[in-house]
Nanobody
Framework: QVQLVESGGGLVQAGGSLTLSCVAS????????MAWYRQAPGEQRELIAR???????NYAEQVKGRFTIFRDNAKNTVYLQMNSLKPEDTAVYYC???????????????WGQGTQVTVSS
């Protein structure tokens, strides 16, 4: 019913930039928030940035000042602009959204398949 599809990952040198995109599609009634998580090998998945429908934004401390999350509500799309990338930013980046579908009164959490970001030193 709902799909989240990420794009924009890749290989970049330290200090470089990448912009990730995530499009939510399907029978979406409303979106509470959209967020980016990442998971490095052997590590737990961690929240990187989140933006609510009202525009409130939260960042993890380790990316503040380097990453920017923004969204296009009309397109159900969220972006993650990543600048000054470091080797420790290497991970699979996942899009997440808390939303309500047109066929349910409940709010569910949905995930994309992930996109690999690799930062070389």
């Amino acid at each position: 019913q709902v799909q989240l599809v990420e794009s924009g990952g890749g290989l970049v040198q330290a200090g470089g930039s990448l912009t990730l995109s995530c499009v939510a599609s399907g029978r979406i009634s409303s979106i509470n928030f959209m967020a980016w998580y990442r998971q490095a090998p052997g590590e737990q998945r961690e929240l990187i940035a989140r933006i609510t429908s009202g525009g409130s934004i939260n960042y993890a401390e380790q990316v503040k000042g380097r990453f920017t999350i923004f969204r296009d509500n009309a397109k159900n799309t969220v972006y993650l602009q990543m600048n000054s990338l470091k080797p420790e930013d290497t991970a699979v980046y996942y899009c997440n959204s808390q939303l309500r579908t047109t066929t349910s009164t409940y709010v569910g959490s949905y995930w994309g398949q992930g996109t690999q970001v690799t930062v070389s030193s």
